[in-house]
């Protein structure tokens, strides 16, 4: 048996433990249950993680959930949590407080003032988040720290969606959809039964220094293929490096005349190759998110502006798949990325 399993044992046991008597809903152990394709382990020094059940094909919803706690402001203070978590039932405080929390951090590795430009409430916002990392327990703010995600305007944490652990080159993405008003998680490599699935807290392209500061207010130092052996010229994570430093380029040079400035592409002397050159490093790093499926958008578009309707029915139809494939058919844009596809049909079989 591997440590996993074991731990597995022992921390459900645990789990069951503080939670006895509170007549929960057996949702947060037995979520594949209710047909979720994975299980939830704990794993040595990450806590609890989600792992698949059997083999998980690309572009599956593992996982649609409606909050367990919400606020409708991203500039969340203490005050606005606490009037939320007052209005939950008993049994679903309990398990808000069963999440995790990163607390208890040393305060000698964060900042210990603030800089006098900042305004009065940021200060004490910032200060309310410090108080939580630093505090001996976990507290309302240090569990929604540690677990929420951005929803709209605001942040929500969830029962399943926040069990979920981070790596920088995740198999699956999460997103808000605000069509259905629900968190979803969908897979966005193909995933083998028994391996853990992953999210990015983080922002990818960014390089391991900027990603290990983002990541450390959730307490840990990550050690994914992205960031673990970097000193190895042949590993991954050094390969990952060089990519993630060409696409930050690359992001910064085209940045301008993509999206809603497309319009200027015709500009940018080399424009389709440096796309295509940056849609085969997302590739070869296995991101295949919504940054791969709005490169293929701009490459489609671009290319049906130049009369070349072959190019741009290929790239448009890799980008609605993987649009589906990361946010599924219900995503409010879907429709757009198909009207799309069936405007350069339509053009071709004029
Ligand atoms: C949103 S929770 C994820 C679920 C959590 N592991 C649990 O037990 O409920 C975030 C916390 O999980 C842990 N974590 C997530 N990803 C990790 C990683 N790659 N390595 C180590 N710890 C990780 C950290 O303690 C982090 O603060």
Aim: aromatic letters at 8%; glycine letters at 6%; hydrophobic letters at 35%.
């Amino acid at each position: 048996m591997s440590t996993t399993e074991t731990l597995h044992e022992d921390a459900l046991a645990a789990i069951n433990d503080r939670l006895a008597g509170l007549k929960l809903p057996t949702r947060l152990l037995t979520s594949h249950a209710d047909g979720a394709p994975y299980d939830i382990r704990a794993i040595t020094g990450k806590g609890f993680g989600c792992f698949a059940i059997n083999d998980i094909k690309r572009g599956t919803r593992i996982l649609e959930e409606s909050p367990l706690l919400s606020t409708p402001i991203g500039f969340y203070f203490h005050e606005d949590i606490k009037a939320e978590f007052d209005k939950l039932s008993p049994t679903d405080q309990a398990l808000y407080f069963s999440l995790h929390s990163a607390h208890g951090q040393n305060p000698a590795s964060w900042p210990g003032h603030v800089h006098p430009m900042v305004a009065e409430k940021g200060k004490k916002r910032i200060l309310e988040q410090h108080n939580a990392r630093i505090g001996k327990k976990p507290s309302i703010v240090s569990i929604f720290q540690t677990n929420c995600m951005e929803k709209e305007s605001g942040a929500a944490v969830y029962v399943h969606a926040s069990r979920f652990n981070h790596a920088c080159n995740p198999n699956a993405g999460f997103q808000w959809n605000p069509a259905i008003k629900k968190e979803t998680i969908h897979a966005v490599r193909d995933i083998r039964a028994g391996e853990e699935i992953t999210l990015s807290y983080c922002d990818a392209t960014q390089n391991k220094a900027a990603r290990l500061y983002q990541l450390k207010h959730y307490g840990f130092v990550c050690d994914c293929p992205a960031c673990a052996d970097d000193d190895d010229p042949d590993s991954f994570a050094a390969k990952s490096a060089a990519r993630r430093y060409r696409l930050s380029e690359l992001q910064r040079e085209l940045e301008p005349v993509r999206g809603w400035a497309l319009h200027k592409a015709g500009t940018k002397d080399g424009f389709a190759q440096y796309l295509l050159e940056y849609i085969g490093l997302l590739i070869e790093e296995g991101d295949y998110s919504g940054r791969l499926s709005s490169a293929y958008l701009d490459l489609g578009l671009f290319c049906e502006s130049k009369g070349d309707l072959k190019m741009a029915q290929q790239a448009t139809k890799k980008a609605l798949k993987i649009r589906l494939d990361n946010m599924g058919s219900d995503y409010p844009d879907i429709k757009d990325y198909a009207t799309v596809v069936k405007r350069i049909n339509l053009a071709i079989d004029e």
